[in-house]
Nanobody, 123 residues
Framework: VQLVESGGGSVQSGGSLRLSCAAS????????IGWFRQAPGKEREGVAV???????TYANSGKGRFTISQDNAKNTLYLQMNSLKPEDTAMYYC??????????????????WGQGTQVTVSS
């Protein structure tokens, strides 16, 4: 199983980035797949997750600015981030989980993680 993120970079406040997560090796589709982030000195937190029924869940921090989507034909997950703020600076990770009972935005319970892609937003 592999999750490979890309699309991170450095932007100025108000800018946009689109992150991608290429998934491979799954024998079955995850129940949840989504984006998490971790800033230096802070705990990892959920950003946006989508379940097997294509229902998204967003953290309050990204509502109205971030959009999660997926291309099933390409086995790729996306996170479109607009109106970026300096507080969005973090390492962004893609993760997949296989339990309906897990809390979508809580990192605990996710089975597979990518290596991350860095997002830096300057003021």
């Amino acid at each position: 199983v592999q999750l490979v993120e890309s699309g991170g970079g450095s932007v100025q406040s108000g800018g946009s980035l689109r992150l991608s997560c290429a998934a491979s090796g799954f024998l079955s589709n995850p129940i949840y797949i989504g984006w998490f982030r971790q800033a230096p000195g802070k705990e990892r937190e959920g950003v946006a997750v989508i379940n097997k029924l294509a229902n998204p869940t967003y953290a309050n921090s990204g509502k109205g600015r971030f959009t999660i989507s997926q291309d099933n034909a390409k086995n790729t997950l996306y996170l479109q981030m607009n109106s970026l703020k300096p507080e969005d600076t973090a390492m962004y990770y893609c993760a997949a989980g296989f339990g309906w009972s897990l809390r979508p935005l809580e990192p605990r319970g996710y089975n597979y993680w990518g290596q991350g892609t860095q997002v830096t937003v300057s003021s």
